[in-house]
Structures are given as C-alpha cells and as structure tokens.
C-alpha cells in the first residue's frame, strides 16, 4: 500500500527562503548592524542599489516564508503525532524549548538577529490556535499581518542613534578583537534588541504561522496547482514587488521615512506572490535537484551554517573581512557559503537522515519519549 505523494511546495519553499534570508542577514553580519534604519548605510552609489535590491526583493519577505514554513511544519507534526500516537502537547513543548535553546546560542555567539528565539517565543502562541478552523486561522493570520504593518514602522523610526562609542566599539571588536570579546558584544546586542524584535517581527511571524497551519489543514501545501496560489501569482506577484520595490528605492535614495513605511506595508503582498511563484515551481526534479531539495531540508543546520560561517569569515578572528568588502560582494560571499552548506548537506544527507541541528532538535523534541 502507497502513501500520498509527498508535498514538493514545502522543499522548494525552504530552498528559496534559505537564499533570500541569508542576502538579508549578511548585510548585518558583515557591516554594522548599530546604524539607524531611517539611515541605511551605503557610502557608495554601487553599495546603496545594492541594499536597494536587498530591501526591495528580500527584507521582510524572506522571514515571511520562512515564518509560513514554521505554521506548515506545525501543520505536518500535528499528522505525525497523530499517526504515533503521542501526546501532542509534550512534544510541542519540547520543540519550543528545543528551538529556544538553539536560538539563544545563536544569537550569543555569531548572530544576535536571530529569529529562533522569536519562532519558539511565538510559536508557543500559535499552540493555542492548533484546533481553530482554516477560516478562523486566515482571518487573525491576515490581522496579525495588517497589525505588524500599523506597528513596525513607528517602532523602528523611533529608536534612538547608537552613541558614537558604541559604534567605535563595535568597529574594534569586530575587526580586531578575539571569539570571546565578539560573543560578549553580540550577547549583549541580543539582549538589548530581542525585546523589540519580539513585537516588530513577533507580530508578523504569528500571521505565517496561521496562515501556514491553514495550508495544511486546508490541504492548499499538497496542491501546488490550487487556484489560490495562481491568483497569488497573477494578483500579487507583480504588484507586490512593484510597491516593495519602489518604497526600498524611496528609502534609500530620498526620505528614508515614507519608504520604510511603504516596504512594510508591501512584504506581505509581494510574499504572497512569491508563495504563488514557488508553487508554479513546484514540480517533480530530477535527480540532482532532487538532492539539492534534500539538503534544502535541513533547513535549521544551513541557517544556523550561515550565521557560523559568515561571522568567521567577516570578524577579526576569523577572516577579518567586516566593512572590508563592498554590499555586492558580501552577497555574492553569503550566496557561496549557502551553496557550499547545500552540497555538504546532500553529502551528510545521503549517510545520515538528519542534518546535525535537526538531529539535536529530534532528540530534545521526542527524547523523552523513548524506551
């Protein structure tokens, strides 16, 4: 006896949000991460089109994919609790401590813009709304969205300038100091911003996460031809990235302001035509495809590669390249990292069915439920 044919949305969906993510952090990995944003930091024209590329195609659309995949991986553990026939509620408690763990590491040691901490703080919310219908869940996902695109931008034009020693430390740190004087710095950094991060990208994140939980429960992640994803390609694909793209151009070129406002307002819209784009996407691959979209699923060990590998190579204890290189080129440095993670997974993935983190999530997640 067959099971149904596995759902190819998901795959392809990880492997994009994993590219796009990674273009997105770089910018605040290898340059600093301390200035305003009201004030992007470009001291090149070469430098400011290519935050505008970033800020227009990927910031705030790339957590918003991988915020979906969070509510569709809900979605399917759900299924497979259910098949197993073990108490749902511990294992999602579990998981969130799982991933709460993970991300307080992370972003200690080599990223204090972490979203993990965010996805456990978050998703431990979402557990309530597990059992709502597929209307319900689309209705306070949408008000979630409309809500984080009222709140983000006051929050974020408000916040205050970074003294001018801080930055200078900063500067210090990250291009002369050792492994542990970095750790300090960006502990403390993730102390100070996770607060605020958990209502701007809180908020947004929860929206996914509904909306993603009603993919599944609407069976919508198993039909890559469904009607509402060709009407997210048709409706939104080409006006969301349009607005995007014109407020990150006003952003960064005339009154940082209104265009902050503006890429927020549009994220989720062009996110939606991306959702539409990956599902026409979503086709049976061939082999080596096949195995790139394998790795892709170890999505937690290539974020979590990216962050270690990028912070080696751009801080003084690594390769010392911070603020070295052009905006470009780090993109270029972040998109390498990510495909050389993605063929070092395959290998992994082709002796080992786990990725190392998904493994070590695996174990916090059912440990306790083995004899």
């Not at 991460?33 to 227009?56: K, Q």
């Not at 993605?342 to 916090?364: D, H, N």
């Amino acid at each position: 006896m067959t099971g149904a044919p596995r759902a190819l949305m998901p795959d392809y969906l990880r492997l994009v949000a994993l590219f796009g993510i990674v273009v997105v952090n770089v910018q605040f990995i290898a340059f600093s991460a301390l200035g305003s944003l009201a004030d992007p930091l470009a001291e090149t024209l070469h430098d400011a089109i290519t935050l505008w590329m970033v800020n227009g195609l990927a910031l705030f659309k790339t957590y918003g994919l991988f915020s979906f995949m969070f509510g569709v991986g809900l979605g399917f553990l759900m299924r497979s609790v259910a098949r197993r026939g073990l108490s749902f509620g511990r294992i999602y408690r579990n998981r969130m401590i799982g991933l709460a763990i993970l991300g307080i590491a992370h972003g200690c040691l080599f990223f204090p813009g972490d979203i993990l901490t965010i996805y456990a703080a978050t998703g431990s919310i979402l557990y309530l709304f597990r059992d709502w219908p597929v209307r319900r869940l689309v209705r306070v996902g949408a008000a979630l969205l409309v809500l984080q695109a009222l709140v983000a931008p006051p929050l974020l034009l408000v916040a205050p300038e970074t003294p001018p020693e801080i930055v200078a430390l900063e500067r210090a740190i990250l291009t002369e100091g050792g492994f542990v004087e970095a750790v300090l710095f960006r502990s403390i950094g993730f102390a100070v911003i996770m607060p605020s991060f958990l209502v701007i990208q809180g908020i947004s994140a929860l929206g996914w996460f509904c909306l993603g939980l009603a993919a599944v429960k609407s069976g919508m992640i198993d039909e890559a031809d469904h009607p509402v994803w060709r009407r997210a390609r048709r409706w939104c694909l080409g006006p969301g990235l349009a607005l995007s793209l014109a407020g990150a151009a006003i952003w960064q070129f005339w009154a940082p302001a209104a265009g902050v406002v503006l890429t927020i307002a549009a994220a989720p819209v062009a996110t939606f035509g991306y959702l539409g784009l990956i599902a026409a996407l979503s086709r049976p691959p061939g082999p080596i495809m096949a195995k790139v979209l394998a790795a892709g699923g170890s999505s937690l060990s290539i974020y979590l590669g990216q962050s270690i590998l990028l912070s080696t190579i751009f801080s003084g204890y690594g390769l010392g390249l911070w603020e070295s290189v052009d905006r470009l080129s780090a993109v270029a440095v972040a998109l390498a990292v990510t495909v050389i993670l993605i063929v070092v997974l395959a290998i992994w993935r082709s002796r080992f069915g786990l990725g190392p983190f998904e493994w070590v999530l695996r174990r916090i997640t059912y440990g306790w439920f083995r004899h």
